[in-house]
């Protein structure tokens, strides 16, 4: 099965109409993963999939905008019929399963346990499944948060997640076949770099030595061809946009 990357979504930091937030699907090894589960996405996994089939749930961090529809997957999980043989693992900052709980009200975490396996992120965590492998590496953001590189058959996939720019991610992404980078900010407000912008995504493409950037996660401040367009010129290389319902092979 080749290495595929199914657009869930790409919104920033709200989902638009036609347009969740951060989401997608990785196809490959002969498994199947949510990368981020954010607004919305959990009814475009169901176009693409049988959330019961999934090999596992990866979450680069706790903001709304990557994580909200892990609740939507919790109601269709244990009450909408999509109850999965056996718990599906999730991969995600420590106090994932905690915040869950405590958003519908519950004292702790037990009930998720029937179909959720909640498994803690730390920089350098490794897993696979089937001939999947998932790398993740801690990246810079306002909160704990991750990048991952995921690999099959020789053929490799990077994901910033949310990350201002570092060297972490630089090493993640190296000689990537396909960079799916976010470029939220139009430009760094003074002290802060906990997003990038089209330059800094472009910047580290061309350092890490991929070979396409794909360009997600575009904050209001820009449009997604805006982004692009200047992510480009600073890369040198392919770059497009991710756009939803779009399977990219790697």
């Known amino acids: 099965m080749s290495l595929t990357l ?3 979504g ?3 930091p709200h989902p638009g109409p036609g ?3 951060s989401g997608y699907l990785v196809r490959g090894g002969g498994a199947e993963v949510w990368v981020d589960a954010g607004s919305g996405t959990f009814a475009e996994l169901q176009r693409h999939t049988d959330p019961a089939r999934l090999s596992a749930i990866w979450v ?3 903001h709304a905008d990557h994580n909200a529809d892990l609740l939507a997957a919790v109601y269709g999980l244990a ?3 999509l109850t999965p043989d056996v718990p599906i693992p999730v991969y995600a900052p420590g106090d994932c399963a905690q915040r869950l709980a405590g958003f519908l009200g519950w004292a702790d975490t037990g009930f998720l346990g029937g179909i959720l396996d909640f498994r803690p992120l730390y920089d350098g965590h490794a897993v696979r499944h089937g001939n999947l492998s998932l790398t993740s590496r801690a990246v810079v953001h306002d909160v704990e948060a991750y990048g991952v590189r995921i690999e099959s058959d020789g053929r490799v996939l990077v ?4 990350s201002g720019p570092c060297p972490a991610l630089v090493e993640l992404a190296r000689g990537a076949d396909l960079f799916l980078c976010e470029a939220d900010i139009d430009e760094h407000r003074e ?5 990038l912008t089209p330059e800094d ?3 580290v493409a061309r350092e890490a030595g991929v070979r396409e950037l794909v360009v997600t996660h575009v904050g209001p401040t820009l449009t997604p061809e805006v982004a692009t367009s200047r992510a480009a010129v600073a890369f040198g290389g392919p770059t497009r946009t991710a756009r939803e319902g779009h399977v990219l092979s790697v």
């Open 79 to 81: 009450y909408g019929g």
């Open 60 to 62: 680069s961090h706790l």
């Open 159 to 162: 994901y910033s997640g949310d």
């Open 10 to 12: 790409t919104a920033s």
């Open 201 to 203: 995504a472009g910047g």
């Open 191 to 195: 002290g802060e770099q906990v997003h």
């Open 6 to 8: 199914t657009v869930l």
């Open 19 to 21: 347009r969740p937030c």
